[in-house]
Nanobody, 122 residues
């Protein structure tokens, strides 16, 4: 079965960096778009970034600060987060696209990990 396991969250001060990882298993990883989402307390879940092949999409709020990448040999998705702000505080989730070969899956995901908490203090 499809499994997505996030890691790498933690607490940092504003301006700091974190690198999130998501280990995927149970399907043909390389043919699916992958994405990162986040949800802050009391707020709706929002798409942060997605990646498939050479197609990368970012939310405006993280452009220039976050970088999504993937290692298809390791079935692993990454999110490098730099210049973190208190408003980046949220639970971060990785997710898989609904269908293979979709280039942007921020609006069409079918599987979710359990999440990893990121807390940024001012």
């Amino acid at each position: 079965q499809v499994q997505l396991v996030e890691s790498g969250g933690g607490s940092v001060q504003a301006g700091g960096s974190l690198r999130l990882s998501c280990a995927a298993s149970g399907y043909s990883y390389s043919v699916y778009c992958m994405a990162w989402f986040r949800q802050a307390p009391g707020k709706a879940r929002e798409g942060v970034a997605s990646i498939y092949d050479d197609s990368v999409t970012y939310a405006d709020s993280v452009k220039g600060r976050f970088t999504i990448s993937r290692d298809n040999a390791k079935n692993t998705l990454y999110l490098q987060m730099n210049s973190l702000k208190p408003e980046d505080t949220a639970m971060y989730y990785c997710a898989r696209g609904v269908r293979p070969l979709v280039r942007n899956c921020l609006n069409t995901v079918s599987y979710w990990g359990q999440g990893t908490q990121v807390t940024v203090s001012s």
